[in-house]
């Protein structure tokens, strides 16, 4: 721990006055002194300039990680400085279906340090639970998010380590998307009661009970990553959404997101006979609308099979 300039004044004074009682004069004493303070000012400063290296390169290396995902909604990843003391990363993955929070943060006082990392990683911690899908969260309340957050805090993974003559502090966090523990569970909480189930002459369809899941071309229409998609058709009604589903599954995702047809062929949930379907385009950030045989595909589905119910999605973005 270091003290301010004018603690350590305070500290010389009782040597000041065993000095003058051994002899040494008042300018030794105060040459001396100087010197103390001197030696302490250095000290700090080349503790801050590593820090600042430090920060700049952390900054740096998290900037490039963002910049390779810049054309993908697979994965997202802010970057943030706080003033020189503290730098923060806030990484939401859909491909790994989790979030992480990391910050690196400075200072002299190890506890001190500690406990403002508490802190930070709180605070970061609720924004990427809000960045993960700004729309649904805005239907969560704050205090919900502030829990959730607090939970990630606990599990937090804090160090502090002596650097240059001062303290660096890093720390690592993450939380679930889907999951009894992950950020889903919020969302379903309080599913409202389903809409009435549209009826479709389906005489010229596909067998909808022979299909395994549903795979949605979406990677050229914009569509982005979310918590909770809807699927409608052109007139507004709801083909597949949290009201249509069961809370069981959805809790572990309502879709899975990938970014090639080939991956979402392989992936558990696909089974061996998906129905591929094409949205006609997006509406809003969260709705994709369907139109022509694919609507009626999809109605067809709720009438005959229990694929949307649950959850047997997965949607291809780009």
Known sequence: MYLSRSALRGLLILPFAALCIAGESFEDFQQSQMQQMQQYSAQEERAFAAWKKEQQRLFNDWQAEAARYDNTSLRSISVEKHSDQAVAKRDVNYDGSRVEVKVASFGNDSAQLHSNMVSLVNREAQKAIRQSDPESMKEVSPSTI??????????????????????????????????????????????????????????DLPDAASFTSVIVKAQNTGYSTCLIPTFVDESGTELYGPRLVEKEHAINGMVQWTGSLSKARSHDRAGNKPLVITPAKTAGKRRL?????????????????????????????Q
Request: some cysteine; charged content about 20%; aromatic content about 4%.
């Open 146 to 203: 502030q829990r959730h957050a607090a939970t990630v805090t606990k599990n937090a993974a804090i160090s502090v380590k002596k650097k240059h003559g001062a303290y660096v502090a890093k720390a690592s966090a993450q939380t679930d998307l889907y999951g009894k523990n992950g950020l889903m569970q919020m969302l379903t909480a309080h599913n409202p009661a389903a809409p009435a189930e549209p009826t479709v002459d389906s005489g």
């Open 289 to 317: 609308v369907f139109s022509g045989k694919d609507a009626r595909m999809l109605t067809a589905l709720q009438d005959q099979a229990d694929v949307l119910k649950k959850c047997n999605v997965v949607v291809i973005v």
